[in-house]
T-cell receptor
Framework: ETGVTQSPTHLIKTRGQQVTLRCSSQSGHNTVSWYQQALGQGPQFIFQYYREEENGRGNFPPRFSGLQFPNYSSELNVNALELDDSALYLC?????????????FGPGTRLTVL | DQQVKQNSPSLSVQEGRISILNCDYTNSMFDYFLWYKKYPAEGPTFLISISSIKDKNEDGRFTVFLNKSAKHLSLHIVPSQPGDSAVYFCAASDSGGSNYKLTFGKGTLLTVNP
């Protein structure tokens, strides 16, 4: 069983650009959550996708959007990048959306916005 | 507002001694608590959890204690080993939500000295 993978590892963008981050969940996991971890902070919940539908959203503006595909992959898209979007972006997959389902995290994508 | 607080940014202990990491929360709706460990360049990995119906959960060298009245939990590691050196995140969730959203603290960097 392969773990959760994310690509790219690092990314540098400039203000106003758009970015797409990718995540490959563990096989059989129908739920993926995305988190933003700013420097010196804990991960902050962006949103969750369950069976390809958004299943809850944290306090992030609409320019943060996502997609989940049937092949256990997912994307996080951020439009109109701002300097404060610089952070580590983590995805986590779980077998289901319920509370007792362990979330398995990927290594993250480090985004730098200049 | 920070709903999960880890007030100690760092902790240093000797190998073989006990490590005690603390966490406080403010949201009374939280009913499930977790500890994650994070090494550099890796995603957080699940360590141990506790439901609000319990006050203690033990798994090998790791024990989590929950004091609901004080809204406080702690992670005890006995005996501490150099391989335990990592950032430890406390996280909490609310089963009343539609998704298993985790709210994280800022983390505590544990260093175990040989």
């Amino acid at each position: 069983e392969t773990g959760v993978t994310q690509s790219p590892t690092h990314l540098i963008k400039t203000r106003g650009q758009q970015v797409t981050l990718r995540c490959s969940s563990q096989s059989g996991h129908n739920t993926v959550s995305w988190y933003q971890q700013a420097l010196g902070q804990g991960p902050q919940f962006i949103f969750q996708y369950y069976r390809e539908e958004e299943n809850g959203r944290g306090n992030f503006p609409p320019r943060f959007s996502g997609l989940q595909f049937p092949n256990y992959s997912s994307e996080l898209n951020v439009n109109a990048l701002e300097l404060d979007d610089s952070a580590l972006y983590l995805c986590a997959s779980s077998q289901d959306a319920g509370q007792n389902n362990e979330q398995f995290f990927g290594p993250g994508t480090r985004l730098t916005v200049l | 507002d920070q709903q999960v607080k880890q007030n100690s940014p760092s902790l240093s202990v000797q190998e073989g001694r006990i490590s005690i990491l603390n966490c406080d929360y403010t949201n009374s709706m939280f009913d499930y608590f977790l500890w994650y460990k994070k090494y550099p360049a890796e995603g957080p990995t699940f360590l141990i959890s506790i439901s609000s119906i319990k006050d203690k959960n033990e798994d090998g060298r790791f024990t989590v204690f929950l004091n609901k009245s004080a809204k406080h939990l702690s992670l005890h590691i006995v005996p501490s080993q150099p391989g335990d050196s990592a950032v430890y995140f406390c996280a909490a969730s609310d089963s009343g939500g539609s998704n298993y959203k985790l709210t994280f603290g800022k983390g505590t960097l544990l260093t175990v000295n040989p």
